[in-house]
């Protein structure tokens, strides 16, 4: 029988490696708008995020949002939306990206009680639907189908 992965490299999919973290999630590279950063990957989240602290390192451009923001231990947190985003995971890549920004300490906060380092944003549901992703749970591997 064929690996995941062979099948899966001839559907035009790219492999991402993960790396699982001292909290048990699953974290990766990717570029936002050029610039290389560390992201935990988040099936629960609906849109990918970045940290408000993040702005000028991704140099992303922000504008008001009504959108109010929920996670792990926060909810109803302030929001900003930028748009026009480039984002590159492996090869796979997107232009005309939306990321919500906002407050990440909380989460970064739990990551380093925890012995594992901060991250720079989220990547959510959004991306994953986008890229039709498959996640290889055993191999710590993420795929994201390219465009044809």
Avoid: Q
């Amino acid at each position: 029988m064929s690996s995941l992965k062979k099948f899966l490299s001839k559907k035009k999919y790219t492999a991402i490696p993960l790396t699982l973290t001292a909290t048990n999630h699953f974290e990766m590279v990717a570029k936002i708008n050029e610039i290389s950063g560390r992201f935990i990957l988040d099936t629960g989240a609906s849109n990918t995020c970045v940290g408000f602290d993040k702005i000028s390192f991704f140099n992303l451009t922000s504008k008001a949002s009504k959108i109010k923001a929920a996670g792990a231990g926060a909810t109803d947190m302030e929001t900003l939306i930028s748009t026009k985003n480039k984002i590159v995971i492996g090869n796979w890549e997107k232009s005309k990206l939306k990321i919500v920004l906002f407050d990440l300490g909380h989460v970064n906060e739990a990551l380093t009680a925890h012995n594992a380092l901060p991250v720079d944003g989220i990547i959510g549901a959004d991306i994953l639907k986008k890229a039709k992703a498959i996640i290889d749970y055993k191999k710590r591997r993420l795929y994201l189908k390219n465009r044809e």
